[in-house]
């Protein structure tokens, strides 16, 4: 039986339980490699043919994560199976699968399945809120039941992955400078600081964030206990109003995908 690596970017957390909840149904030992931080991005991770990989992140305008750069960089297989996963706020994931199983191809891996799962959107919870719920944790469990009956004993993996997704791919993040506003209730404890993937927080006055660098990931929105921290400008609000209005109160079930001999 082999191990499960899981090769992660999770600003606010649902990627990382996603992730976690399908290993666990795998039941074997998990080695978890986190992404999120500068840190862990600058580790170079090498997997053999006898590894098994669970790569995953978040869906960003209907793509893999563009910023930061390095999200899945130094990363290689030597004919390596892995699953791909992508989590999503009820909008869409439109080709984020397909460029994931895509860049896993290219970099020496070889795609046995994939899941597109929601869950709650970063910006509110008005969209996929709850989510993961009940439902999805059981389909993710079963998820990894099904890859450890399929695909835990072999050493050969033959067929196609086909999975959903256009290419050329969407644009994907249009990133002009923005940053999340502050109000004069922060308490500078700092843990703002900790959670930001990219380093935009200034460590010694964390009312200050770098909008250069921001990648809107809203993790410290998130994770600020008393709620100081908020994206005001009108473009931003905007986009929110707009998904609100469009994609809150439906109820969209997870996709899994799964290798076809050919
Ligand atoms: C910058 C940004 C862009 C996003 N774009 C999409 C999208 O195109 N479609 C969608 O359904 N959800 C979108 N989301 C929601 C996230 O994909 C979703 O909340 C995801 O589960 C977050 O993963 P994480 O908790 O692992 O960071 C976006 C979130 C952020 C922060
Ligand atoms: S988490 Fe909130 S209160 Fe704490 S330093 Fe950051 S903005 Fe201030
Ligand atoms: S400052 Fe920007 S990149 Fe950093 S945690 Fe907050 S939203 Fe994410």
Redesign the pocket.
Known sequence: MKDIDLVYFSPTGNTRKTLQTIAAGAQTQVIEHDRTYPQGRREKLHFTKDSFVILGCPVYAGRIPQKPENIFEGIEGDDTPVVLVVTYGNREYDDALLELKNLAIENGFIPVAAAAFLAVHSYSDKLAGGRPDENDLKIMGDFGRTIRGNYLRKNDYKGTLIVKGNYPYKDGMNYTPLAPE?SE?????????SVCPVAA?NPDD??ETDPDLCIRCCA?VR???????KFTAPPFLATVQFLEGNFAGIYKKPEIFYITED
């Open positions: 502050v209730d922060c308490t500078q404890c700092g843990e703002c600081v927080i964390p009312t410290c994770i600020c206990p008393v709620e100081a921290r």
